[in-house]
């Protein structure tokens, strides 16, 4: 039993005493150092509720405080009878039970160590899951109760089976079932038993393969397959069963009649095959009907001048069955689909029909709208007559075999094509518009106006000699056509085409580049044909500016910083001159500021001012060294910028940013930063009244420094030599208080204005130390 504590104060140890609360069994305890706050006590009974006493003493064994809870002891450790498996995804543990206990514990735990699962069972046997095929597990159970769980058990091992063959199952024909399956890993041999429904009749193989056929079976029956896999150990998997039902037996088809009614037909007879679901009934024109139960079914409409035959196949879940033996029969002869009139030259006619197959021959008649009427009796599909502009004549073919003539015939009027008409003009009244005039044509009693570029798509359609054809393609050359037509049937299709062309295409303007600080390339798509010309037209409030080319870019040159221009193209050829491309902006990058001034304000920080650049919105001023960088990002002209490094040399850069964020870079001359500041200075009295100031440069020592020591009755000054690094100034009067200030002299002779001064007091010979009066604080130096 484990043991958790607050500690007690002023305690130098701890025990604990267990005590049997419903049994005559002996009290074990511990005892701990003080300075323990969790501890176990040994040697107790299993299943056992213990009143567990705390004592907090002192070093002489006193009793501080004490506090005392009761807990039951996990119950005794169950031990494995046996574990075995036969699902490849589990293994079944056979355990003996222990008193006391609620629950078990099934742990498993793979050999690779991939592997850790804990189930909780009621009782034994209790089975894990969720294990991988043939793969060997460590085992053990654990005992619980409300105290917790006992120990594992001594552990043991098994191994768990291969899965089992998934089948699957097909039937080739109404004898066979094949069964094939994916090879099961680490399987070496398989049993397959296959049984007929309702048959006690069973049939076992056993095989290494992954494809069995079974023949000789019955057609349009059920079989179910059982299959099992072994490993090489001889353990078989779980048994994984399909069915599959054998494909139906042939029909035979008992007679094939014609129907009578509004439209032909034919009834297909046949005789049920076993096992079947459904039957279909095909001819070898590929018709066909269906039936599920009735040994019979109608196809409707049966077409006329059919010489075929009709077989019927049973079909079940395998498939279907083989064919029938097929039945023939026979209609009458089909009319021409399809008849029209031919006029190759005005006047001579012929009337020609699609072939009709089984026809012996065909009577044709060609009645005209004067009540003329012509016959041809013919072999062919095709009867000449002679025919006049602007007449209509109907038409009429029959075709004719043994079994007689079609019982109705489809009629089709033709109507005479009126002439081409003459004098067809074509002129460009926009850039995509043609508008096209001729004079009228006799017969004529509506124009079609098409466009061969348009798939011929019919732009007009009217009774007046003009069309306008719009919405074209730009630069396209059209190739037009008046045809002109009878309004009952009829157009001529002989008239020859005019071509004429399109305004060019309005060019795209892609993007635009920016090559130095006043020229911008503009790129653009050149929809055009090569010859095309191209204008770029850059529109700005106070100038314009231009430039052409032929191929897909030019310069637009001279545009200065600052500015905003509104960019367009146009396309130029002999044709005429296209619409205007949509126009881009553009903004020329801002202007940067004439001047930068930098000046430093104390070590770490400076000012940073320059004049306004037009065209910019905000400003972005760098200061940049191989010591670091400052940054300051501001609408303003002027920036403070701290970062700075004393000694260090700068460069100055700005970029100037537009109200859209159009960037231009600027550079200027660079800065250098004071010198460091020294550190640690002191003073100090020296023996021959003289007075000291020492320091440290952080910098490289390249520079004079000027001392200045001033109190209430004197100013001293001192210059030190570039490397020095202290100064003596001889003292007049003893016993002040000194402000000192010790600063580098730059190379221009100036000296650094923002070191920071530091306050001592001095006393008088007898003693050699200073006093730092700094910051509240006071300390010897």
Known sequence: MTVQWSGYTGASSYKITATPRNSPGPSVFTQFSGNVVMGSVNSLSPNTVYI??????????????????????APDVPSIEQAYSKHSDSITVE????SGASSYLLRAESKTGNFFSETVVSSSPGTVVQLQPYTDYRLSVMSVNSGGRSQPSYPIEARTVVMAPKLNATSPDNGTILVTWTPVENAVL???????????????????????????????????????????????????????????PSPEVIYVELTQGRSL?????????????????????????????????????????????????????????S???SQKYITYPCPPENIWVEEPKAGNCSLVWNEVPLVEYYMAFIKRDDGTENSCNTTKTTCPFSCMCGYTYLTTVFPYNEAGSSPYA????????????????????????????????????????TAAETNDVIHCNDTAPVCALSDLRCNTAYTVTVTPCSELRGCNRTCTPQTHETAPCAPE??????????????????????????????????????????NGSCELTQLPCGSTYEVMAVAMTTVGRSLPGYSKPLETGPCCPLYVNVTQVTQAMTNVTWSPGSGARSYITTLMSPRGNAKCHTLDTHCLMGCITCGTNYSVNLESISNTGHKSECKYRGFSSSACCPTSVRLYRRTNNSLRV???????????????????AANYTCIAAAGSKYCDIQEETCGDVYTVVAAPVGQNGIKVSFCQPRTYSVPCPGGNAAMVISRKRRSVI
């Open 265 to 321: 037909g034919i009834a297909v007879y046949w005789m049920s095959a076993q096992g079947a679901k459904n039957y279909v009934a095909w001819t070898t024109n590929s018709q066909n009907c269906s039936s599920t139960v009735s040994g019979y079914c109608f196809i409707t409409p049966v077409e006329c001048g059919q010489n075929h035959s009709v077989s019927v196949t049973a079909y079940n879940d395998a498939g279907p069955s």
């Open 190 to 248: 398989y049993t397959l038993c296959i049984i007929q429904e309702g048959s006690m009749s069973r049939n076992k193989l056993n095989t290494t393969d992954t494809i069995v056929s079974f023949g000789g079976l019955e057609a349009g029956a059920t079989y179910c397959i059982k299959g099992t896999a072994w490993d090489a150990a001889g353990r078989a998997s779980e048994d994984l069963t399909t069915c599959q039902i054998t494909r139906p």
């Open 509 to 550: 303007i892609v993007n635009m580049t920016q090559t130095n600080t006043s020229t911008y390339r503009v790129h653009f798509l050149t929809p055009n044909t090569p010859n095309t010309n191209y204008t770029i037209t850059a529109i700005g409030r106070y100038d314009t500016h231009s430039c052409q080319s032929r």
């Open 694 to 712: 020492y320091w440290s440069s952080l910098g490289p020592q390249m520079q004079n420094h000027t001392v200045q020591l001033y109190g209430t």
């Open 52 to 73: 567990m006493k705390l004592e907090a003493m002192d070093n002489a064994l006193n009793v501080l405080s004490s506090a005392a809870t009761q807990e039951t002891t």
């Open 95 to 98: 355990f003996t039970t222990v």
């Open 323 to 325: 064919p029938s033996k």
């Open 410 to 449: 489809n009629v089709r009027n033709y109507t005479t094509i009126p002439c081409c008409p003459q004098g067809v003009s074509i002129n460009l009244v926009s850039t995509e518009t043609l508008e096209i005039n001729w004079s009228p044509v006799k017969g004529a009693e509506l124009y079609e106006t």
